[in-house]
T-cell receptor, first 107, second 112 residues
């Protein structure tokens, strides 16, 4: 069993839909990192969180430490949100990576 | 402030050839990392460094060597490339005490 599991693996939605990507982990962690990888390949950090909730624009990330679960939400999705979203958990300053969720937003 | 840069962006090697990938950061970060990314898999840590002159093995170190002679540079070497090393390689860095890693644009390597 992978230590970090993301669901779904692939997600296609229409523009404007509310998007949820989930991340579950089995190790004890210091923090959880959400990143975005665009089709061009570059990886950008979205959030680093260790409790509660963070919001940046249309993106919201939540984490439940007791349940070992985090979600990334996108409100009013747009085609430019199409990317791979990656969850990684921080265990002793090493990141353990999920395999990513490929999101496609259709106009 | 260029952040994290990687050289080269693309490379094709024949089996048995050697090459070095360069990662440079101008943020004065102590920690630097080399990852590989393969289709359907998460990023896997190859080697990392916690400071100038120090390196350590990650999850998949076999077939690779690294050096950190200067704080701003982290080199990844392939002494004898194999087709299994065809991958996209990412470098990242972070500050001591901070969790967030900053990534370079990646190097796409093909070994034929």
């Amino acid at each position: 069993k992978n230590e970090v599991e993301q669901s779904p693996q692939n997600l296609t939605a229409q523009e404007g839909e509310f998007i949820t990507i989930n991340c579950s982990y089995s190790v004890g962690i210091s923090a959880l990192h959400w990143l975005q990888q665009h089709p061009g390949g570059g990886i950008v950090s979205l959030f680093m969180l260790s409790s509660g909730k963070k919001k940046h624009g249309r993106l919201i990330a939540t984490i439940n430490i007791q349940e070992k679960h985090s979600s990334l939400h996108i409100t009013a999705s747009h085609p430019r949100d199409s990317a791979v979203y990656i969850c990684a958990v921080l265990d002793n300053y090493q990141l353990i990576w999920g395999a990513g969720t490929k999101l496609i937003i259709k106009p | 402030n260029a952040g994290v840069t990687q050289t080269p962006k693309f490379r094709v090697l024949k089996t048995g050839q050697s090459m070095t990938l360069l990662c440079a950061q101008d943020m004065n970060h102590e920690y630097m990392y080399w990852y590989r990314q393969d289709p359907g898999m998460g990023l896997r840590l190859i080697h990392y460094s916690v400071g100038e002159g120090t390196t350590a093995k990650g999850e998949v170190p076999d077939g690779y060597n690294v050096s950190r002679l200067k704080k701003q540079n982290f080199l990844l070497g392939l002494e004898s490339a194999a087709p299994s090393q065809t991958s996209v390689y990412f470098c990242a860095s972070r500050l001591t005490g901070a969790y967030e890693q900053y990534f370079g644009p990646g190097t796409r390597l093909t070994v034929t």
